[in-house]
């Protein structure tokens, strides 16, 4: 075991180490913590809805639906200016935060990945009637400046609002986005700019200062943009949403995909690096969009597209933190017979609570440590395994609303899912995943402390 930890210790950590210092995946990463913000405003509106309008819907309350149309009214607005936008918002936070990386005027990079990204957007629209419309209708429509075409009206100055500005952008800002947003660092970096005197106040200097780097990314940005609507009849938005956002969504529900993330999580912890943290532009990056389009789809009253999303690994995955270690935390505090570890046991069970898991990592500490280097291991791979299967069976409702990540366990189940068998879920795995950790406890009981 311990030369298989050195092994693992060698080759593992360096890219662990590399990935985790490397600045577009910080930035990404910042850039998704940036609009926590206004998701959970948005998941607020959704689970306040949810609570006075859908499910008193489903039981015919319609005279309490009816007065509660004010809040519900309320909600629409909230959901409007977060959730509904989430992509617009994140088309400035990345930027940025790349800026922030690389030591540039950061409000000046953010402006410039969002204009890159609404450039993406169709700025048309179409609409297919019934039936083809009369003369007269047709002359009143045309005269308006739309065009009629057969049973079909279109016209320009339009962007889907439903359609792209959520989580369907999230690839594109990454992409064009990320592209626009390097050559105006670069521009910078290389002092392609507009240098103001000394007296000039910095806030007006620094405006100045980006304005060629900018100018010439949305230029750049521009050509890309008006090149696929001119000679390949489609937009950028519609193109990286079909060849790349589409596939890679669809990936990330498969099984595989799942397992792989959760053991690298894990992995990466065991060696004391921030599992989550190093992985999180993967994690946001994939499950969180597919989070934002269950989101989106259940304020709509659609199906949900996505059964597994980034929320779903907190919840079954790592209860109490990374590893589930608030069942290991349990498993000490009735069966460890070591002073030591009860001590480390009584002081993190709290915290554990709200899954903030460092004080076991670090104090037990579980790093490192080989005695629970297989049940860290093993508990969430477990538990991540039953939670998938169960859902994919659809015995259990996939995540309709944002969670923050330090809600305790069983509430946050509850109100992620608006499904009361997913706390019976999440009860069941924490069992499972204290049987694992049991074992090696008591293994642990025969250890004296000096021996480690």
């Given at each position: 075991?311990?030369?298989f930890?050195?092994?693992l210790?060698k080759h593992?950590v360096?890219?662990?180490?590399?990935?985790g210092?490397v600045?577009w995946?910080?930035a990404?990463?910042d850039a998704?913590?940036?609009?926590?913000p206004?998701?959970m405003?948005g998941?607020v509106?959704?689970?306040l809805?949810?609570?006075?309008r859908d499910?008193?819907?489903?039981f015919?309350?319609?005279?309490?639906?009816?007065?509660?149309q004010p809040?519900?009214?309320?909600?629409g607005?909230?959901w409007?200016?977060s959730?509904?936008?989430?992509g617009l918002?994140?088309?400035?936070?990345?930027g940025?935060q790349?800026?922030?990386?690389?030591?540039v005027?950061p409000i000046?990079g953010?402006?410039v990945?969002?204009?890159?990204?609404?450039m993406?957007?169709?700025?048309?629209y179409?609409i297919?009637l019934?039936?083809?419309?009369?003369?007269?209708d047709?002359?009143?429509?045309t005269?308006a400046?739309a065009?009629?075409?057969?049973n079909?009206?279109?016209?320009?100055g339009?962007f889907n609002?439903?359609?792209y500005?959520?989580?369907?952008?999230?690839?594109?800002?990454?992409?064009?986005?990320?592209?626009?947003a390097?050559?105006?660092i670069?521009?910078?970096k290389k002092?392609?700019?507009?240098k103001m005197?000394?007296?000039?106040p910095p806030?007006?200097?620094?405006?100045f200062t980006?304005?060629?780097?900018a100018?010439?990314?949305?230029y750049?940005?521009?050509?890309?943009?008006?090149?696929?609507?001119k000679?390949a009849?489609?937009?950028v938005i519609?193109?990286i949403?079909?060849?790349?956002?589409e596939p890679l969504?669809?990936?990330?529900q498969g099984y595989g995909?799942?397992?792989?993330m959760?053991?690298?999580v894990?992995?990466?912890w065991?060696?004391?690096?921030h599992?989550?943290n190093?992985l999180?532009?993967?994690l946001d990056g994939?499950w969180?969009?597919?989070?934002?389009?269950?989101m989106?789809?259940?304020n709509?009253g659609?199906a949900?597209?996505?059964i597994?999303?980034?929320?779903?690994?907190d919840?079954?995955?790592w209860?109490?933190?990374?590893g589930?270690?608030l069942?290991?935390?349990?498993?000490?505090?009735?069966f460890s017979?070591?002073?030591d570890?009860?001590?480390?046991?009584?002081?993190?069970?709290?915290?554990?609570f709200?899954?903030?898991n460092?004080p076991v990592?670090f104090g037990?500490?579980i790093?490192?440590?080989?005695?629970y280097?297989?049940?860290?291991?093993?508990a969430?791979?477990?538990?991540?395994?039953?939670?998938?299967f169960?859902?994919q069976?659809?015995?259990?409702?996939?995540?309709?609303t944002?969670i923050?990540?330090?809600?305790?366990p069983i509430?946050?189940?509850?109100i992620?899912?608006l499904?009361?068998?997913?706390?019976v879920l999440q009860?069941?795995?924490?069992?499972?995943?204290?049987?694992?950790?049991l074992p090696?406890?008591?293994?642990a009981n025969?250890?004296k402390?000096a021996e480690?």
């Amino acid at each position: 075991m311990n030369s298989f930890i050195e092994w693992l210790n060698k080759h593992l950590v360096p890219i662990a180490t590399k990935i985790g210092s490397v600045r577009w995946l910080v930035a990404l990463r910042d850039a998704f913590i940036s609009i926590m913000p206004a998701t959970m405003a948005g998941a607020v509106a959704t689970v306040l809805n949810a609570l006075v309008r859908d499910i008193p819907g489903r039981f015919g309350w319609t005279g309490f639906v009816n007065a509660m149309q004010p809040l519900i009214g309320v909600n629409g607005q909230v959901w409007t200016g977060s959730m509904a936008v989430l992509g617009l918002i994140f088309a400035f936070t990345f930027g940025y935060q790349l800026s922030v990386q690389y030591k540039v005027e950061p409000i000046t990079g953010g402006i410039v990945t969002l204009g890159t990204f609404l450039m993406t957007l169709p700025q048309g629209y179409t609409i297919t009637l019934a039936k083809a419309l009369s003369k007269a209708d047709t002359d009143i429509i045309t005269k308006a400046g739309a065009a009629v075409t057969g049973n079909s009206i279109s016209g320009w100055g339009f962007f889907n609002f439903n359609s792209y500005f959520g989580a369907a952008g999230f690839f594109t800002v990454m992409l064009m986005g990320g592209l626009a947003a390097a050559i105006y660092i670069w521009l910078m970096k290389k002092h392609i700019t507009i240098k103001m005197p000394d007296s000039v106040p910095p806030a007006i200097a620094a405006a100045f200062t980006g304005i060629i780097p900018a100018t010439v990314a949305m230029y750049v940005s521009g050509i890309i943009t008006w090149a696929f609507t001119k000679f390949a009849a489609t937009t950028v938005i519609e193109f990286i949403s079909k060849i790349i956002q589409e596939p890679l969504l669809n990936l990330s529900q498969g099984y595989g995909a799942v397992l792989l993330m959760t053991l690298l999580v894990q992995l990466f912890w065991f060696f004391g690096l921030h599992g989550t943290n190093v992985l999180g532009p993967v994690l946001d990056g994939i499950w969180l969009t597919a989070q934002v389009a269950n989101m989106s789809a259940f304020n709509a009253g659609k199906a949900l597209p996505y059964i597994w999303t980034r929320n779903a690994f907190d919840l079954y995955a790592w209860i109490g933190g990374a590893g589930s270690t608030l069942l290991l935390l349990l498993a000490i505090l009735f069966f460890s017979k070591r002073d030591d570890q009860r001590a480390v046991a009584k002081m993190a069970i709290a915290p554990g609570f709200f899954n903030v898991n460092e004080p076991v990592m670090f104090g037990l500490p579980i790093v490192l440590d080989p005695i629970y280097f297989i049940p860290f291991l093993a508990a969430p791979v477990v538990m991540v395994t039953i939670a998938y299967f169960v859902m994919q069976a659809g015995w259990v409702s996939p995540i309709k609303t944002q969670i923050v990540w330090s809600m305790p366990p069983i509430v946050n189940s509850l109100i992620a899912t608006l499904d009361w068998r997913a706390p019976v879920l999440q009860i069941v795995n924490g069992i499972i995943g204290f049987l694992i950790y049991l074992p090696f406890v008591k293994a642990a009981n025969k250890i004296k402390p000096a021996e480690y």
